[in-house]
């Protein structure tokens, strides 16, 4: 029970799992054996993830009612020869979650020591000959089917994945001919790891993403299709066959993750599979339930089944059957949406009287040739296929393409060429039918599925090849229309590579593209397509009802649809996006293409902002999309040619940048007082020319905008009702980021110089203009505060009692030596100042973690913390205590200078993390105790064990819990924010930490932004509100934020002991899945209140008795 109290304190503490998957212990990813036995593994958690469900005493005698408890063993079959490793660590995890039921769970991997490949048949004959006399017990069985043999753009691909197939089938014969007691689960496995024979996938036109994500898809069909016969799941009641719903796709998500959390990802995607189809609650990890205890099967699962095929028949329907299924909101709106057409309301069609010698007085008339270049929205994957076939996502419809298509003509298909048709029936250079951009009916759209920026210079030298050798072009004369579309593939693969697809290295080759089209093309106006803002797609992949393939799309577009909600990768995501539309719209207004009067770029952005089209009941309206939900349906291609047009005949910097697909676009038609396509020129627009080369920075400080800076009415007594003003003294514990160690140093001699006036938390160095730190931000709301540091070394310390070099066993004498100091200065009212104490410990002792683990273990940071913030609580009244979460130190490898101080210093300072080997079991485990550390902090501090007392608070501020490393404008790391070292932050990063320190404290608990992209920005600074003018605490971060007056205190406070921890947390948790049991916000108030009392009468003194013997201490 004292276990099952600790995850659960801890899961209503922490926001979501997805903020420390990483935390915990991976059990089984090294390959040593682990220190607890499955028994001892399962004792500790079973209680707490998955409580038993009631049942029969025996196992089950039929398949179909089998129990996790049942299974006495699990073997696995195909396990990948190149991957064998990742497979294995896979199998372990759902081997320990199963062991929840069945502690002693051995798995087997069959054909494991052949360095050969096998069949799956002969792997199912090895394991039938092996367990042809176990008649009686439950076997489960993991078939692995790999696709990572198969080459994608093999044109016998068909014929190949045909011959995977019949080896499944012969397999599943064999071994439901000879096994008894058996459940299959069939999975599709998928890796990174690209087959030496698949040369085709090397050509860089060949879009590799899609190519291998609609090879997954056929062979998760194909096989869906041979377990639609009753053999496998029917003929006996021992025996059935299922499969996996999702392809087993491991592949690294960024340029700096491991393999680690995508494994334990993959494990609870197999897991939750495994078990009967259940609505998914507020835990991450789901458990078998009284109405369905069963590991699935095809007839157990048989009405989910219907229900989930029902589901995508209703939503995978025809895109204007679907508009007849569905009402919209106005008749005026379901006219416009069901027709592919358009109607042209423009009277005068006619050309200028002689062809213009100027792109600036161009008529739609004019125009002459059309061409574009892009990725598959312009190639226009999918655009035509039927909403339930997504195999045809990987055909071209390019006739059909919004900004080059010319199927057909304007009633039936809107595109621009067939607008421009309108005014010109000669017209050339669009494209028709489906095909690759090689195809001659592609013609001028040259655009390549998978295209991205890097493509852009190859895709407009063909380009330009073409118009010049196709002899219905007159290159010379020709008014020419060309449409750029591009940067989805490098936002979708962004994180995968941050400096390779950072927006200046993007924003550099779409100019190298242009500068081709602009010294070699003449008579052209190029439409460069702002980026669609892409991020708002999750919508669509969330939505179940919709029945959208959401793996496929998450491997299409990792970088965006993977991340979590509210998580800095996310936000990182959305950073980049803003990063790719704002460098392309300063490309252009540079001017650069304005030298002469025959050539131009227009900015069109119309896509900057987009919503997602939905239905009358709110839901998205999946009719926009292919049958991936990822790229545009036809109806979604008619929208955007529409936008693009009158996009066209807007002026320059009053152009239309939003746009709501669901709604009805009326075509704009040229006027007679403005009858050209607009341009810079023609619509008087000034460029602002490139951005100015910003003054060298010769200070770090910040702009101060809040308005009300006043203090409370009368002196709070309340901890919950402080505001900044009412903050009297700052005092500050820690180590050398406290003290401000080679803060501003500019050479290794200055490196060892304690710089506490600038020191994030407590210097005091000039004002805030000039110096970032929290009490120049607090002497914005009272001038008089005290305690800051000032200068360098011990001159001015004030109440700055960090040491450089501290662990966290040093901290509880830095607090003696503080209150000490508090007691004695003359000029502190001792029991009356609100006092404001910052504590950051625990970068040494991570760094030192490998050398001394047991002194430096969790537990005993625990309980120095606990010691510490005791003596707090006990003789020092008035007082909030921001407790910072220790950063995530693994980024700091990336950190890199060609100087002595970063080349040899640095691996001395962190040995732990900086001399280990990367992917090493070393480095996993001090990153292990990293997240651990993370969570023993918030245990401390949200125990319960500091809340008796009205006038004293601590709030952990967990902007460094996911910390980001600082990346200049190319993407790299910004080696700005970092000390002669390359391992203590320069005053430029102490001024980015005071700044989020600043952030998280007028944020409410729950809420508390957990990262610091170090933007730097000097107007980022949060105020107070009027709805929540206070210092946010626990309390009344969860309560009205007008809280009842309370009566001031006089000078004599009555100082109460700490409250023990509640519960009992003396247990600790080393197990990977205690990470996956955080729920989404604080357990409901009758659990928490249960809890409570429970947990407090087991008495404080057992408790700190128990911790202390546990401690060694």
């Not at 309390?1035 to 007056?1045: A, Q």
Request: contains cysteine; negative net charge.
């Amino acid at each position: 029970m004292t276990t099952r109290c600790a995850l659960l304190i801890l899961a209503a503490l922490v926001g979501s799992w997805a903020q420390f998957t990483d935390a915990v212990y991976l059990a089984g990813e090294n390959d040593q054996p682990t220190k607890k036995s499955n028994t001892e593994m399962a004792e500790s958690y079973m209680s707490v993830l998955c409580s038993p469900t009631p049942g029969p005493s025996s196992p089950s005698s039929s398949v179909d009612a089998l129990r996790p408890a049942d299974i006495s063993a699990v073997y696995t079959l195909g396990v990948p020869l190149f991957h064998r490793h990742e497979a294995s660590i896979l199998v372990s995890r759902i081997t320990e979650l199963l062991s929840m039921f069945t502690p002693e769970m051995i798995p087997h991997h069959v054909g494991q020591d052949s360095l050969q490949p096998r069949s799956l048949l002969k792997e199912a004959e090895e394991l039938s000959q092996s367990l042809s006399h176990q008649v009686s017990g439950w076997k489960f069985v993991l078939l692995f089917v790999s696709a990572d043999s198969l080459c994608a753009c093999s044109p016998h691909v068909a014929a190949d994945v045909e011959a995977v197939v019949r080896d499944v089938e012969a397999a599943l014969r064999n071994l439901q001919e000879k096994l008894h007691h058996a459940l299959i689960h069939v999975t599709v496995w998928s890796t990174y790891h690209q087959q030496d024979n698949c040369d085709c996938l090397k050509d860089e036109s060949i879009n590799q993403r899609l190519q291998k994500a609609i090879l997954l898809k056929t062979l998760q069909d194909s096989l869906s299709g041979v377990f639609e016969n009753p053999r496998w799941h029917s003929n006996r009641s021992d025996f059935s066959v299922m499969q996996q719903s999702a392809p087993v796709i491991l592949e690294p998500r960024s340029d700096s993750d491991n393999m680690g959390s995508d494994i334990n990802q993959l494990a609870i995607q197999l897991w939750t599979n495994m078990l009967q189809p259940m609505t998914k609650g507020v835990i991450a990890i789901p458990c078998p339930t009284q109405e369905r205890p069963f590991l699935r099967t095809q007839t157990n699962s048989r009405s989910d089944r219907v229900t989930t095929l029902n589901n995508k028949a209703s939503s995978l329907t025809d895109p204007r059957s679907l508009e007849i299924q569905r009402q919209l909101y106005s008749s005026k709106t379901a006219n416009c949406s069901q027709v592919m057409g358009t109607e042209i309301p423009c009277t005068d069609r006619s050309p200028s009287p002689t062809t213009p010698t100027s792109v600036h007085e161009l008529r739609p008339g004019d125009i002459k040739v059309v061409a574009a270049v892009g990725d598959s929205i312009t190639a226009a994957n999918g655009v035509g296929a039927k909403v339930d076939n997504l195999l045809l996502v990987i055909n071209e419809y390019r006739g059909l393409s919004w900004s080059i298509g010319g199927d057909e003509n304007i009633t039936t298909v809107t595109t621009l060429p067939n607008i421009l048709r309108e005014f010109n029936p000669s017209l050339t250079g669009f494209s028709e039918g489906i095909g690759k951009q090689y195809n001659p009916k592609a013609f001028l759209n040259q655009a390549v599925a998978g295209g991205k920026s890097s493509n852009m210079v190859q895709q407009v030298n063909i380009l330009v090849d073409k118009m010049k050798n196709d002899s219905r072009i007159d290159f010379i004369n020709d008014w020419k229309v060309i449409t750029m579309f591009i940067g989805g593939n490098d936002i979708c693969d962004f994180c995968l590579n941050s400096v390779y697809f950072s927006p200046r290295n993007v924003a550099n080759r779409i100019r190298q593209a242009l500068d081709i089209l602009h010294s070699e093309v003449p008579r052209a106006i190029v439409n460069l397509v702002e980026l669609l803002h892409i991020v708002p797609l999750r919508d669509l992949n969330s939505d179940k009802s919709l029945g959208c393939p959401t793996w496929f799309v998450g491997y299409i577009c990792p970088c965006i649809m993977k991340p979590k909600e509210g998580s800095a990768a996310l936000q990182k995501a959305n950073d980049f996006s803003r990063e790719y539309q704002r460098v392309m719209r300063e490309l252009v207004d540079t001017g650069r293409y304005d030298t002469h009067n025959n050539f131009t770029v227009v900015l069109q952005p119309m896509l900057r902002e987009t919503t997602i089209p939905t239905l009358e009941d709110g839901s998205p309206d999946r009719s926009y999309f292919a049958p991936d939900c990822f790229h545009l349906s036809q109806k979604a291609h008619t929208v955007m040619a529409r936008a693009l047009w009158n996009n066209m005949l807007e002026p320059v910097g009053n152009k239309t940048s939003s746009h709501d697909f669901k709604d009805c676009i009326d075509l704009k038609c040229p006027s007679e007082t403005s009858p050209f396509f607009r341009t810079a020129v023609n619509s008087n627009y000034t460029f602002p020319g490139p951005p100015p080369t910003p003054p060298p920075v010769n200070n770090w400080g910040s702009d101060f905008s809040c308005v009300d800076t006043a203090p409370s009415n009368s002196v709070p007594s309340s901890v919950h009702r402080v505001r900044p003003a009412d903050v009297k003294v700052v005092a500050a514990l820690g180590d050398s980021l406290t003290t401000g160690f080679g803060a501003k140093a500019k050479n290794l001699m200055q490196l060892k110089t304690e710089y506490k006036g600038v020191s994030w938390s407590i210097g005091g160095d000039d004002t805030l203009e000039t110096v970032t730190t929290l009490p120049n931000i607090l002497k914005k709301f009272n001038p008089q505060i005290k305690g800051m540091s000032m200068g360098e070394n011990g001159k001015q310390t004030g109440f700055n009692v960090a040491v450089s070099g501290a662990k966290i066993s040093g901290v509880p004498g830095q607090v003696r030596n503080l209150v000490d100091l508090l007691k004695k200065d003359s000029s502190v009212d001792f029991n009356n100042d609100w006092k404001l104490v910052t504590l950051f410990i625990g970068g040494n002792d991570l760094c030192q973690y490998c050398h001394d683990p047991a002194s430096l273990s969790p537990q005993n940071y625990s309980h120095h913390m606990m010691t510490s913030l005791d003596i707090l609580y006990k003789e020092v009244p008035r007082t909030i205590v921001n407790v910072m979460e220790i950063l995530e130190l693994k980024g700091l490898r990336r950190v890199k200078r060609d100087s002595l101080g970063c080349n040899y210093i640095q691996p001395m300072a962190c040995p732990c993390f900086l001399q280990t080997e990367e992917d090493s079991l070393e480095l996993a485990e001090v990153q292990r105790i990293n997240r651990e550390i993370q969570m023993e902090t918030e245990k401390v501090v949200y125990g319960g064990r500091y809340e008796g007392r009205e006038d004293f608070a601590v709030v952990v501020q967990p902007f460094f819990q996911n910390s980001i490393i600082p990346l200049n404008a190319d993407g790299r790391v910004d080696n700005t924010y970092f000390s002669e070292d390359c391992f203590h932050f320069s005053e430029q990063g102490h001024a980015g930490m005071a700044a989020a320190l600043w952030n998280n404290m007028l944020e409410p608990v729950g809420k508390k932004q957990t990262y610091n992209d170090f933007t730097n920005a000097r107007n980022n600074l949060k105020c107070p509100t009027k709805e929540h003018p206070y210092i946010f605490t626990k309390e009344n971060s969860f309560s009205s934020p007008t809280i009842p007056p309370a009566p001031t205190s006089d000078s004599s406070t009555t100082l109460s002991k700490p409250l023990p921890l509640n519960p009992d947390c003396s247990n600790s948790v080393a197990i990977w899945l205690a990470a996956v049991l955080a729920v989404v916000g604080l357990l409901i108030g009758c659990v928490a209140t249960w809890l409570f009392f429970f947990c407090r009468d087991k008495g404080g003194r057992k408790r700190m008795e128990e911790e202390m013997r546990c401690t060694g201490l």
